[in-house]
Nanobody
Framework: QVQLVESGGGLVQAGGSLRLSCAASGSTFSINIMDWHRQVPGKQREFVASITSDGRTNYADSVKGRFTISRDNAKNTVYLQMSSLKPEDTAVYYC????????WGQGTQVTVAS
């Protein structure tokens, strides 16, 4: 079992920045990839960024150049640094840890005001 707790969401003006954190606990040794997804009410959850245990990253086209995912394996924490935020980035952001099972956090709201 893996437990995930996200933090760092909030309200920000367009063009601003936020950093999300996701702390993992439990069977963290089994985690390979950690990533962030986001969801707007009425729409499907979409991939934002991922990072492997050895630091390889992948980003959705919509966030490339603006978001940076990083990982502190010693702290079992993954971060999402979000810059140049746009109103269309408004969503609930979910942390995900991939083992043979995908574990999800409870989500954190990010609201970008225009």
């Amino acid at each position: 079992q893996v437990q995930l707790v996200e933090s760092g969401g909030g309200l920000v003006q367009a063009g601003g920045s936020l950093r999300l954190s996701c702390a993992a606990s439990g069977s963290t040794f089994s985690i390979n990839i950690m990533d962030w997804h986001r969801q707007v009410p009425g729409k499907q959850r979409e991939f934002v960024a991922s990072i492997t245990s050895d630091g390889r990253t992948n980003y959705a086209d919509s966030v490339k150049g603006r978001f940076t995912i990083s990982r502190d394996n010693a702290k079992n924490t993954v971060y999402l640094q979000m810059s140049s935020l746009k109103p269309e980035d408004t969503a609930v952001y979910y942390c995900n840890a991939r083992t043979v099972i995908w574990y999800w956090g409870q989500g954190t709201q990010v609201t970008v005001a225009s």
